[in-house]
């Protein structure tokens, strides 16, 4: 009983499911409760708000809600005394370092070694560093705001996800057409998927010429790229921690990675190639290579930008197309009919240009200069 409510109702005594409010609530005013009404509320008897009546064990009375309230706030009071307890134990540890980090940059320094050599420059340590954290949302935006009005150049996006919201790119079009007054070119990668979202062309209408965009199977994680100097990219799956990159070897990787995917990509207003198996769409095909590596159909959903439940539905046409009773069956079949390798890519020219070009929208909502999105949000 125990371990079943635990799963059903995973809150503390501060803050009640509805039905354990409910019946908690009956007990109070009532002074007691049949067991049988809190059977659906294991919660209350776990977490002692309610327990047997001695005279009478079919009925249960409630703790005093003063009671609770104490005791709830005696837990309070030692988590803070802990918090404090850590933080006073953090500062005194790493004011330690501190020192110790200080003493190094000034030896660096008047031995004429390179002073910036150091932690300052390597780690992230202050302004303009190799390698910043961003924790939050705020931060986030507040960098590539900063990244974005500082950018002369050229903007590189990758977008990963399916398809792109109105909404969202609405928000960032002000950015996206700031760039373009400036000169800059804005280039974006996206999934097939994303082709389908009427918003993502209007968008690229509205910026004109100076952005392009092309699409993949398969992209890699959030990425945005700013002349060639600083990259941003997420630092949790959540996407609430960024890290803005300003190393050159780094950035210059990254931008590798971009230009060898942007080569194998298709422009948005070309048509994907056709996979010559009469039946089988070219989504299909993609989904039948990562299915014979083995991959679960999450997995194959996200990494293409689609819902799991469309990957389903396209898994169940690949099956009755192939003749496919099982899912065993349906691995051999693809293997049979030379699905389980990655679909052709049609050549590109390397100055293809699209009329509708691509927005560079780094983080979450906004075009080119957005923040929860990229380095945080799918």
Do not use: K
Request: include cysteine; charged fraction near 20%; proline fraction near 6%.
């Amino acid at each position: 009983m125990a371990g079943h409510g635990t799963e059903e109702h995973p809150h503390g005594a501060d803050r009640l499911c509805e039905a354990g409010d409910r019946v908690y609530s009956q007990a109070v005013r009532r002074g007691r409760v049949r067991r049988r009404d809190a059977e659906t509320v294991p919660c209350l008897l776990e977490l002692a708000l309610l327990h047997p009546d001695p005279a009478d064990m079919a009925w249960l009375v409630p703790t005093s809600p003063q009671e609770v309230m104490a005791r709830l706030l005696r837990g309070v009071y030692d988590e803070v005394s802990a918090s404090q307890h850590r933080v006073g134990s953090a500062v005194e540890a790493f004011e330690r370092y501190t020192a110790l980090g200080e003493q190094g940059q000034s030896c660096g320094a008047g031995s004429g070694s390179g002073g910036g050599s150091g932690f300052g420059s390597g780690f992230g340590f202050g302004e303009g560093t190799a390698l910043r954290v961003l924790d939050g949302l705020a931060r986030i935006q507040t960098a590539m705001d900063a990244a974005t009005q500082a950018c002369t150049t050229e903007v590189l996006t990758v977008q990963p996800g399916g398809i792109r919201r109105e909404y969202e790119l609405s928000e960032g079009l002000h950015r996206a057409l700031e760039l373009r007054e400036r000169g800059v070119r804005m280039r974006g990668l996206y999934n097939h998927v994303a082709r389908h979202g009427q918003g993502l062309l209007n968008y690229l209408e509205l910026v004109g010429e100076a952005a392009q965009a092309r699409t993949l199977d398969e992209v890699v994680e959030r990425l945005i790229l700013f002349d060639r100097t600083v990259a941003f990219i997420p630092a949790n799956a959540e996407r609430t921690v960024a890290l803005e990159i300003r190393h050159p070897a780094l950035v210059q990787y990254l931008v590798t990675v971009f230009d060898r995917l942007w080569r194998l990509a298709i422009p948005l207003t070309a048509p994907l190639p056709d996979t010559g198996i009469e039946g089988i769409s070219h989504r299909e095909r993609s989904i039948a290579a990562l299915l014979a590596e083995g991959h679960q159909d999450a997995v194959v959903a996200e990494r293409l930008g689609i819902s799991v439940r469309t990957c389903r539905a396209h898994i169940a046409r690949l099956s009755e197309t192939l003749g496919a009773a099982s899912r065993t069956q349906l691995g051999v079949r693809i293997a049979q009919a030379g699905l389980d390798g990655a679909p052709a890519v049609a050549e590109q020219g390397a100055d293809a240009t699209l009329s509708l070009p691509a927005p560079t929208v780094p983080p979450a909502t906004p075009a080119p200069a957005p923040a929860p999105e990229s380095p945080t949000a799918r």
